[in-house]
């Protein structure tokens, strides 16, 4: 075949297929990905807003990206969450090279407080039938209003952060100031007729199917979804989104602190105990990890740290309870400055801190009057576990001979003649003899 193209094309039929060889990749190169190799990404987020939800978000559009996949839907069901999380959120989605929809639903979610502004930030914002969106004004951590400077500080921000987002994609930037300054909410029906939404599907299926040759702004131009024929598929957490998004559980880290310190007391206290050492460092270093997520104020931490080192001074320092009283203090005061989280709604939950106070003071305290109790207490083995213990002579001690103590027989010596089988009490060891004296006898 190459020899039959050789003779009637000049150049020779190995050029000639080079060239066919060249044309057919140019062309399988410049074609589409066929659209069974793509996917819909779902990310379900069913939680408050956290760093471990921002980091899945963050992950999950990254590999919509990789993949090519047309369309990132995210399905929202939260009550809000930490700011830093909910701005990563944003512009992760803001910042998307594929096409983000967030779909509020199923029926009966929420998109409340941080919710509002990640709902807001999508190319396209939809919701289901029965759901709200609304009511972004910031707490304090417990849940309280801020007091008038720092409420108008934190709330203008937020302001000028929401107006910035609705004004971008096109939404209703009254209401989106409303949410937040007045904590406004609405249905999803009523959010349609103010523009907040684009659209109201049943379910992702619907929502898919409604977005067909939807126009989406993009950076090369206004684009028109083709999503007929292409499959929906949701994306699993990894081990690390669900480790994180844990322990960026106030309640979690806060617990996996009183932990980890309980567990390195435990040792310090004990020596060669090794196993709470052990489960006390790991759980420390879990703690720190959440809390570099997390709006950790450090005086709180070096409050509880201090109470720690106070209950260990009361096993050296006779204080007759004063330390531990002070370490209970700090304990206290440590776990309520521990969350600076303005704004964000996250705390440690009054249920979870007194117990935890409560527990973990009262295991400080026990540990520290077991390990006084041993350091009272008189020796049990060695020589020193001999002093004080009656003997009886074996032979007579003039002054040296045999005494019988603790099922062993030692050479005794006397400052006086004893004769055999007389009870004696053991006064000293020295270089394994044994010094004794008659019982009753006042003499050292």
């Known amino acids: 075949m190459i020899r039959l193209f050789g003779r009637f094309l000049p150049g020779?039929?190995?050029?000639?297929?080079?060239?066919?060889?060249?044309?057919?990749?140019?062309?399988?190169?410049?074609?589409?990905?066929?659209?069974?190799?793509?996917?819909?990404?779902?990310?379900?987020?069913?939680?408050?807003?956290?760093?471990?939800?921002?980091?899945?978000?963050a992950r999950g559009i990254k590999q919509a990206e990789d993949e090519g996949a047309p369309l990132v839907i995210i399905q929202l069901d939260t009550p809000g969450g930490l700011v830093t999380s909910m701005r990563t959120m944003v512009k992760s989605i803001m910042n998307s090279q594929v096409p983000v929809a967030v779909f509020v639903g199923p029926s009966g979610a929420q998109a409340a407080s941080a919710g509002v502004f990640v709902t807001l930030a999508a190319d396209i914002a939809a919701m289901a039938p029965g759901t709200n969106i609304g009511a972004a004004h910031p707490v304090v951590a417990m849940g309280k209003d801020m007091d008038k400077t720092?409420?108008?500080?934190?709330?203008?921000?937020?302001?000028?952060?929401?107006k910035g987002i609705a004004e971008q994609r096109g939404r209703n930037v009254e209401w989106a100031e409303e949410a937040v300054r007045q904590s406004v909410s609405v249905t999803a029906e009523e959010a349609l007729q103010l523009k907040v939404i684009d659209l109201i599907a049943r379910d992702v299926d619907d929502l898919v199917a409604k977005l067909e040759g939807w126009p989406v702004r993009t950076k090369e131009g206004v684009k028109k979804l083709a999503l007929k024929g292409i499959p929906i598929q949701p994306v699993e957490e990894n081990l690390r989104d669900r480790v994180l998004k844990t322990i960026s559980n106030p309640n979690i880290a806060y617990l996996l602190m009183l932990l980890g310190l309980a567990g390195l007391y435990f040792e310090l206290s004990h020596p060669g105990a090794v196993f709470p050492g052990v489960i006390g460092g790991i759980s420390l270093i879990l703690a720190f990890y959440a809390f570099q997520a997390l709006s950790v104020n450090y005086a709180g931490v070096l409050l509880i740290i201090l109470g720690a080192i106070l209950f260990l001074l009361e096993i050296k320092v006779a204080s007759y309870g004063l330390l531990s009283v002070g370490g209970m203090v700090c304990l206290v005061l440590g776990s309520i400055m521990l969350f600076d989280t303005e704004g964000s709604g996250l705390r440690v939950a009054w249920s979870v801190l007194i117990p935890a106070v409560a527990v973990i003071s009262g295991f400080f305290i026990g540990v520290a009057m077991l390990a006084m109790r041993a350091y009272l207490s008189k020796p049990r083995t060695g020589h020193e576990a001999l002093v004080g213990e009656v003997a009886e002579t074996r032979e007579a001690l003039a002054p040296r001979g045999k005494v019988f103590v603790h099922g062993e027989l030692w050479n005794a010596v006397a400052d006086d003649t004893i004769p055999a089988g007389t009870p004696v009490?053991?006064?000293?060891?020295?270089?394994?003899?044994?010094?004794?004296?008659?019982?009753?006898?006042?003499?050292?």
């Open 12 to 57: 020779g039929g190995l050029a000639l297929l080079a060239g066919l060889g060249l044309l057919v990749a140019q062309a399988a190169v410049s074609l589409d990905l066929p659209a069974a190799t793509k996917q819909i990404k779902v990310l379900p987020i069913e939680e408050s807003i956290n760093p471990g939800t921002a980091n899945f978000l």
């Open 150 to 162: 720092m409420d108008t500080k934190v709330v203008n921000d937020l302001v000028a952060f929401i």
């Open 425 to 444: 009490e053991v006064v000293g060891v020295e270089n394994l003899w044994l010094k004794v004296k008659k019982i009753g006898d006042t003499r050292p």
